[in-house]
């Protein structure tokens, strides 16, 4: 059973907050800075690694791989102690009246608190923010709470892997207390085992944080994604943006069949969860409003959204038909790629691969988004990409700026 953890400084109606013991947490193995050959056993399917093809051209050879080590930039260990105040908060007419929404995948809080976690977060002042790969499990969540809590967020709710220690794991933290919270997919609270979306309605519209599987190096659960993840997906974006109102098609969710931790079909709310936000039922289901779907969704949907388009088409995962037509059915059904239609010749890229200086020669991926209903166009004011903050993870935050 997926493990979920709310923990609310006002705890939402009608249930109880479970508690956490407090445990210390291990320290995350350094990963060495050398290139190395690729290990015979293939890595975890969730691995940003697979994102990789266009990194292993530099090092076709030992004298390119060393002649890319030894001229690979130490990231300075810097985070920005302020940013100015955004546009929308300079407006007369519009203050205090938008949300500033970031999205981050950390690639393991824990590593991430050590290089400027902190200084980045108190310097963006989001209301909403939320994290994907966590790599927590439940009961490390205590230590990093309190930590969210002291930052100004009073509503925190987490979900973690069952499936795999230091694995996958999503996080909401709010200013705002949301109306519910919901883990995992539709009423029933599906594909959840490796806590990968946490959703919340507030007053006007849905949020929904994914961390979207990958589907391998070796493209082993590309096809359970093309079929059962990314429509699954869909269905739920378009259960909350209906109100519950629409019917969540539950009987292609079969278990990809993988070597590593599989998703399995369906897993009900945690024992002692809160019962009023630990899913969504059909007797008190969502209300009927726009959606705003973030967070890591593992696919460069155009050619323009990666570097080296054409060597890791269709080889890597993250960029391959299938990957793309799961993205371009979510657009395809009344939702927008804010950035893209904001910016339609950008390439802020938001994944830049740690091995071969990737940051430095901006040989990137956006695969980081802000997926929204058209119906809330008139209220996006901006979209930011930080890369200025990359090095605590190998991903950026982004950022959506929703006017109430």
Known sequence: MPKRSVVD????????????????????????????????????????????????EAASSPAKAAKAAKAKVVQADYMPSSYAKEAYEEAAHLSGAAHKIVSWNVNGINACMEKGFRDYVRAENADILVLQETKLQEKNVEKFDTILSELGYAHRYWSCSTAKKGYAGTALFSKVK??????????????????????????????????????????ERLQWRHDVWDPAMLSHLQYMES???????????????????SVASFFKPAAGSDSASASISASAGPGAKPVVF???????????????????????????DEEREGMSNFLGAGFDDTYRRLHPGGNAYTYYGMRFNGYAANNGWRIDYFITSEVLRPRIDKVLTRQEVYGASDHVPIGLILTK
């Not at 609270?189 to 994914?210: D, Q």
């Not at 098609?249 to 931790?261: C, E, F, L, M």
């Open 9 to 56: 400084d006002d705890t939402l109606p009608g249930g109880e907050t479970p508690s956490v013991s407090p445990t210390k947490v291990a320290k995350e193995e350094k990963i060495s800075k050398k290139p190395k050959k690729a290990a015979a056993k293939a890595p975890e399917a969730d691995a940003d690694v697979a994102h990789g093809s266009a990194d292993t």
């Open 178 to 219: 949301p109306l519910r919270v919901s883990y995992g997919l539709g009423s029933a609270g599906a594909h959840n085992e490796e806590g990968r979306t946490v959703s919340a309605e507030f007053e006007s519209f849905h949020l929904v944080n994914c961390y979207v599987p990958n589907s391998g190096q070796k493209l």
């Open 243 to 261: 109100g519950g109102s629409g019917s969540y098609d539950t009987s292609a969710a079969a278990a990809p069949k993988a070597k590593t931790a």
């Open 294 to 320: 973030t967070g890591d969704l593992n696919v460069a949907h155009e050619d323009i959204d990666l570097k080296n388009f054409k060597t890791n088409k269709n080889k890597t995962a993250g960029f391959c």
